[in-house]
């Protein structure tokens, strides 16, 4: 387990003058080869990092887990805001991207599995059931089919104390799409009630935050 890496954590150079941050690059070329797995061709952008985790109390946080890190566009401003004894996990499946992740942030905890296993995922990392204070995550969850969107709301839920946040976004808005109202009734299932926080416009695409407080028990 991580906790919070120093100042100088090892993060790679974003890229050149005129040129793409090599993430965001490696994301574009990944999201061609299984676009419906990414869902997105675009890695979350620096106004919507700020945007998932503006309010979110990282700097009190205990333990943190963000899912479906990519590269570490969110982590790159996460990470800063930890307090100094706070632990840190990442998940991410897709092994191209993990490995640019590891690259990037060299020390870094980070699990290459399935965020359905985060349970098992937490405890390997020293994050017991029902200890994570808050979970960050840019998971495609409107790609997923029900049974795997319960599976992996049902596994946050699991690490999660009472009283625990969990933050998503999606691509599509709920006014509009049937698919978003059901997954925020499944996401309020599972973890808790559910708050949309607010859209983000200069997000590729534009983009909506949802936000789950775990109940007490």
């Not at 191209?96 to 870094?108: E, I, Q």
């Not at 290459?112 to 960050?136: N, S």
Request: one cysteine or more; aromatic letters at 8%; charged letters at 20%.
């Amino acid at each position: 387990m991580t906790t919070r890496p120093k100042a100088d954590d090892g993060r790679a150079a974003a890229g050149s003058a005129g040129q793409p941050p090599r993430g965001a690059l490696t994301f574009w070329l990944e999201f061609f080869r299984a676009p419906t797995v990414l869902g997105n061709c675009f890695e979350s952008t620096a106004p919507l990092a700020r945007a998932i985790l503006e309010g979110l109390p990282l700097e009190e946080a205990g333990a943190v887990v963000e899912l479906g890190a990519g590269t570490g566009p969110v982590t790159e401003h996460l990470l800063p805001r930890l307090g100094a004894g706070a632990r840190f996990l990442a998940v991410e499946l897709n092994p191209t991207l993990a490995a640019a992740f590891r690259a990037r942030f060299p020390r870094v905890a980070l699990a290459e599995a399935d965020a359905g296993e985060l349970p098992r995922l937490g405890a390997a990392a020293g994050l017991e059931p029902g200890t994570v204070d808050v979970i960050v995550s840019t998971l495609p969850f409107l790609l997923f089919d029900d049974a795997t969107q319960s599976r992996v709301l049902g596994a946050a839920a699991a690490v999660l104390r009472p009283g625990g946040i969990f933050t998503t976004i999606t691509n599509r808005p709920a006014w509009l799409m049937p698919s978003v109202r059901r997954f925020a009734e499944r996401m309020a299932r599972h973890v808790g009630p559910v708050a949309p926080v607010r859209p983000v416009w200069r997000a590729m695409p534009p983009a909506y935050i949802y936000r789950s407080v775990k109940p007490a028990d």
